[in-house]
């Protein structure tokens, strides 16, 4: 699986999707801090990249269609310090083994992660 890490997130999640065995870039690396949302997602979608950002506007399943992506990971936390979002993420890492990102709208906050596809809509705690 490949990941785009919007300029949002720490860098460091980068570095743990590596160690996880995945394939991850970041906004920055490939030149597109500020570039507009319809944008990042369409380079997403050429690139067949999930996105992992903390920008709530990729929740809206009526502008970012979940199944026309690689995947759309949205952080909605609490807190945006970077030890806490680095500890809502590391959550996620043995989910991404188990269930479908690919096509699908995973909401990640504290304490669940909400999968929206076109096979419906899940909860993980």
């Known amino acids: 699986m490949r990941f785009e890490i919007d300029e949002n997130l720490p860098v460091e999640i980068v570095v743990r999707l590596h160690r996880a065995g995945y394939d991850a870039m970041t906004v920055p690396e490939q030149d597109m801090v500020g570039e507009a949302d319809q944008h990042l997602a369409e380079v997403c979608r050429r690139e067949h990249r999930a996105l992992v950002t903390l920008d709530l506007d990729f929740a809206d399943i009526r502008t970012y269609v979940p199944?026309?992506?690689?995947?759309?990971?949205?952080?909605?936390?609490?807190?945006?310090?970077?030890?806490?979002?680095?500890?809502?993420?590391?959550?996620?890492?043995?989910?991404?083994?188990?269930?479908?990102?690919?096509?699908?709208?995973w909401v990640v906050d504290e304490r669940s992660v909400r999968i929206r596809g076109t096979d419906g809509d899940a909860q993980t705690p």
């Not at 030890?83 to 699908?104: D, G, Q, S, W």
Request: zero cysteines; glycine letters at 2%.
């Open 67 to 105: 199944e026309q992506y690689s995947g759309l990971l949205v952080l909605r936390v609490a807190r945006q310090d970077k030890r806490h979002v680095m500890a809502v993420f590391e959550r996620i890492i043995p989910l991404l083994e188990r269930a479908t990102l690919t096509k699908h709208l």
